[in-house]
């Protein structure tokens, strides 16, 4: 839909441009610009949409307490607690500002988290992995809606299926308590981004708020939520170019007015919202979120990380390593789509589409090509530290399921074409995939996030070459294996005597797990070289061999172990009695 020409008779200040419809669907569906789905489809396709959305919750309530404790969470957890106390104290006690390195981090999860616990039925990590699980579908139901507002309701059910099917998000989803929140935050950013920018030049009251309000949420979490603001920026800047060369400067300049006088109340919204939650920018409140962009940006950590084969250096990582690690970490579906999507829209550029369908179509999806291509090639000109695979780059799954869920609908609709059988052809090979996906995250529960897509040859393919169980999240489920494992022994009682464990690995991940006939003694000597049991996990290579003893249990993902654990008890005979 092009700009038109304003309509001059009257007061010139009411001029408008002709925004396109709420649902339009030209440019990513291949179908007559105007168009709308036929209300039967919207409501089919979003029944299903808000099926799923139930299904996940019901999943999400159902397995929270399967997932272990990340070895971030303590000091997250503290950080909350702090956070909370400064309020508490009449912001006399600001030891959350001096908290390790927690200060440049905003504090929304963490000090949501502390309000919630004391009134939660859940012990505080079970807490913590419940309403990360909650964020986490919330960020699937904002993909959705993003998806649906660019695209229509048929792409959004089929992106808001890919990011569930998404084993590096989904996996996450329950104890990544800040990479999972941040994501969810950003792709509700780019939705209310978008809602602003088709009702350009005067946006409403409720989208601009709302921008604030989730613009400010995601900054109370990580500055990086910069980004968002710049993406929208971007956007209007050629929003406002394409007025100028349709319709003149003056006229850009009145768009330009009514555009500021418009969004302006974001930004107290969103930078009091951050306030709140992030007390710590206030105290400087223009030095320090730029202080804690430089900070995140090159943080001064330098660990060793595994990136093809080869330990890599944290703080001076390969150029390649995000975009590689992006390649083998989202599923297959999900590449190819990107791929497509690229390849659909050069096409279409190419033909002139956005002649037929309105500049404005390349506005509204400026957006989106930026969330998922900015940061990427930002990390390839500044090689920020990173370390754990695409942990700290979470959010970029969103946005390409996006571009993902909208080339897989574009090419559902050529392919309807050509004729019912093929449609029903490119629906089936879709069902198909998306069973496959389901099938291999049920079959990894709960080590999801260790997903590693067949170009790589899966979790088996990327086992040496790539980060796995960094999280040490298998060390959960190893010792309730081996908590069953003892018990069975006792014919399903507690035995008659106190056994003593060693772990290599996240400690925190058991501490709380502990039966009372199981004593943790690491840092005890001389206990911790003499314990009856040793459990491990294999992301760090030296901890399957630090001690010996019978291997009795194994914690895999397709056949690849994560965590084992060892019988180091004498033989039976030798055993005393009490």
Same mark, same amino acid.
């Given at each position: 839909m092009s700009i038109e020409t304003r309509r001059r008779a009257g007061d010139e200040a009411s001029s408008t441009i002709r925004r396109p419809p709420a649902e339009p669907t030209a440019s990513a569906a291949g179908i007559p610009a105007g168009w709308t789905p036929p209300r039967h489809d919207t409501a089919l396709w979003d029944g299903l949409s808000r099926a799923l959305l139930l299904g996940l919750l019901i999943l999400a309530a159902l397995t929270f307490l399967s997932y272990g404790i990340s070895t971030d969470e303590e000091v997250q957890h503290i950080y909350g607690k702090k956070l909370l106390?400064?309020?508490?104290?009449?912001?006399?006690?600001?030891?959350?500002?001096?908290?390790?390195?927690?200060?440049?981090?905003?504090?929304?999860?963490?000090?949501? *988290?502390?309000?919630?616990?004391?009134?939660?039925?859940?012990?505080?990590?079970? *807490?913590?992995?419940?309403?990360?699980?909650? /964020?986490?579908?919330?960020?699937?139901?904002?993909?959705?809606?993003? *998806?649906?507002?660019?695209?229509?309701?048929?792409?959004?059910?089929?992106?808001?299926?890919?990011?569930?099917?998404?084993?590096?998000?989904?996996?996450? &989803?329950?104890?990544?308590?800040?990479?999972?929140?941040?994501?969810?935050?950003m792709v509700w950013t780019l939705y209310f981004a978008t809602r602003i920018l088709n009702q350009m030049p005067r946006p409403s009251r409720s989208a601009v708020l709302k921008f604030g309000l989730v613009l400010g949420m995601t900054l109370a979490i990580r500055v990086g939520a910069v980004l968002a603001g710049f993406y929208l920026a971007v956007a209007m800047a050629l929003h406002f170019a394409l007025v100028t060369r349709q319709e003149g400067h003056r006229w850009a300049l009145v768009d330009a007015r009514r555009a500021f006088l418009s969004l302006w109340p974001a930004i107290p919204v969103a930078y009091a919202i951050m306030a709140v939650f992030w007390p710590w920018v206030v105290q400087r409140p223009l030095r320090n979120p730029l202080e804690a962009l430089r900070v995140v940006s090159h943080f001064p950590?330098?660990?060793?990380?595994?990136?093809?084969?080869?330990? !890599?250096?944290?703080?001076?990582?390969?150029?390649?390593?995000?975009? +590689?690690?992006?390649?083998?970490?989202?599923?297959?579906? !999900?590449?190819? #789509? !990107?791929?497509?999507? +690229?390849?659909?829209?050069?096409?279409?550029?190419?033909?002139?589409?956005?002649?037929?369908?309105?500049?404005?179509?390349?506005?509204?999806? *400026?957006?989106? /090509?930026?969330?998922?291509?900015?940061?990427?090639?930002?990390? +390839?000109?500044?090689?920020?530290?990173?370390?754990? #695979?695409?942990?700290?780059?979470?959010?970029?799954?969103?946005?390409?399921? /996006?571009?993902?869920?909208?080339?897989?609908?574009?090419?559902?609709?050529?392919?309807?074409?050509?004729?019912?059988?093929?449609?029903?052809?490119?629906?089936?090979? &879709?069902? !198909?995939?998306?069973? /496959?996906?389901?099938?291999?995250?049920?079959?990894?529960?709960?080590?999801?996030?260790?997903?590693?897509?067949?170009?790589?040859? #899966?979790?088996?393919?990327?086992?040496g070459k790539y980060e796995l169980d960094y999280w040490g999240n298998s060390l959960h489920e190893a010792l309730e294996e081996l908590v069953e494992y003892v018990e069975r022994e006792n014919d399903g009682h507690a035995p008659p005597r106190q056994y003593t464990l060693t772990v290599c690995g996240n400690t925190l991940a058991v501490r709380f797990e502990l039966p009372p006939w199981l004593r943790l003694v690491n840092g005890i000597e001389p206990d911790w070289r003499k314990a009856d049991f040793f459990l491990a996990f294999t992301q760090a290579k030296r901890c399957p061999s630090l001690l010996d003893g019978h291997p009795i249990l194994e914690i895999a993902a397709e056949d690849v172990p994560l965590s084992i654990v060892k019988d180091r008890r004498p033989p039976k005979a030798e055993i005393p009695t009490e």
């Open positions: 106390s400064y309020y508490t104290s009449g912001f006399q006690d600001r030891s959350a500002f001096h908290f390790k390195d927690l200060a440049y981090y905003g504090g929304l999860f963490d000090l949501t *988290t502390a309000v919630i616990v004391p009134f939660s039925p859940f012990e505080e990590y079970e *807490t913590r992995h419940l309403l990360c699980a909650l /964020v986490g579908v919330l960020g699937i139901a904002g993909t959705w809606r993003y *998806t649906r507002l660019l695209a229509g309701p048929r792409a959004g059910f089929i992106a808001a299926a890919l990011l569930a099917l998404s084993g590096v998000y989904y996996g996450a &989803m329950f104890n990544n308590t800040k990479d999972v929140p941040f994501a969810a935050g950590i330098d660990i060793q990380t595994l990136f093809m084969g080869e330990l !890599v250096h944290s703080n001076d990582p390969p150029a390649l390593y995000l975009p +590689v690690y992006l390649a083998v970490k989202l599923p297959e579906a !999900v590449v190819i #789509g !990107v791929g497509a999507a +690229v390849l659909l829209a050069a096409v279409w550029l190419a033909r002139g589409g956005w002649r037929r369908s309105g500049a404005f179509t390349v506005v509204r999806f *400026t957006p989106l /090509v930026l969330a998922g291509f900015l940061p990427i090639l930002l990390f +390839v000109l500044m090689r920020p530290s990173v370390y754990n #695979g695409i942990r700290h780059f979470l959010f970029l799954a969103p946005p390409f399921v /996006v571009m993902a869920a909208i080339a897989a609908d574009r090419l559902w609709a050529i392919s309807q074409r050509g004729g019912r059988a093929l449609g029903q052809g490119f629906a089936a090979a &879709m069902t !198909v995939v998306g069973v /496959v996906y389901a099938w291999q995250l049920g079959a990894m529960h709960p080590n999801q996030y260790v997903y590693y897509n067949q170009f790589v040859g #899966g979790v088996r393919g990327a086992d």
